[in-house]
């Protein structure tokens, strides 16, 4: 069955300080990846997606991910955080050239200190 | 407006009765998403829709979960004698359909948050 394993729950840093969530999905055919941020009090909003070509995708406020094939990871960046990038952050997965459902990982809370 | 709108925003019921729940999406969106995101199972996808094919109903939780789009527009998810397991904020999306990279980006709205006593 189709899964997405966000590795941290719950992060807490520093401003400045370099950020990387993991993400790791389970399907045995060709996906599209995404990852959404839930700012406090606000709805969801894409960050970034990867759907071919260049592994290395860049986001909107500094975000970029990298997609590993060979290990089945899409994992988030940001090389120095600030504290509005406190928020909730959400890996996703679809099949590719489907406009079905996503599947989402569990979320990791993050949250900067100032 | 230009966003996935949905109300109410929040709805407070009793266990046991019916509850509507709407949603605008983008125009010109043509697939429509619902899901649901609560404290212990995280966002789960409930039902899409995309133009005038059956819909994939394959996430719903029970059949006392249902959900209609009229006029491949607006979409209502109508949760039946509601449970307090039901208790969660329902959120919708709409998604352009096509090939390439533009498309099959969901823009999800606010979701309505549904507490039943």
């Known amino acids: 069955a189709q899964s997405v394993s966000q590795h941290n729950h719950h992060v807490i840093l520093s401003e400045a300080a370099s950020l990387e969530l993991g993400c790791n999905y389970s399907y045995g055919g060709t996906v599209n990846l995404f990852w959404y941020v839930q700012y406090p009090g606000q709805h969801l909003q894409l960050l970034l997606k990867?759907?071919?070509?260049?592994?290395l995708v860049k986001g909107i406020k500094g975000f970029e991910a990298e997609f590993i094939k060979s290990k089945f990871s899409f994992n988030l960046r940001k090389p120095s955080v600030q504290w509005s990038d406190t928020a909730e952050y959400f890996c996703a997965v679809t099949p590719q050239n489907s406009w079905g459902k996503l599947q989402f990982g569990a979320g990791t809370q993050v949250v900067v200190t100032p | 407006g230009a966003g996935v709108s949905q109300s109410p925003s929040n709805k407070v019921t009793e266990k046991g009765k019916d509850v509507e729940l709407r949603c605008d999406p983008i125009?010109?969106?043509?697939?429509l998403y619902w899901y649901r995101q609560s404290l212990g199972q995280g966002l789960e996808f409930l039902i899409y829709?995309?133009?005038?094919?059956?819909?994939?109903k394959s996430g719903l939780p029970s059949d006392r979960f249902s959900a209609e789009r009229t006029g491949g527009s607006v979409s209502t998810l109508t949760i039946q004698r509601t449970q307090q397991e039901d208790s969660a904020v329902y959120l919708c999306?709409?998604?352009?359909?096509?090939?390439?990279?533009?498309?099959?980006?969901?823009?999800f709205g606010p979701g309505t948050r549904l507490t039943v006593l």
């Open positions: 990867y759907f071919s070509g260049d592994p």
């Open positions: 125009s010109g969106h043509t697939a």
């Open positions: 829709f995309q133009g005038n094919s059956a819909p994939d």
């Open positions: 999306a709409s998604s352009q359909t096509g090939a390439g990279a533009s498309y099959n980006e969901q823009f």
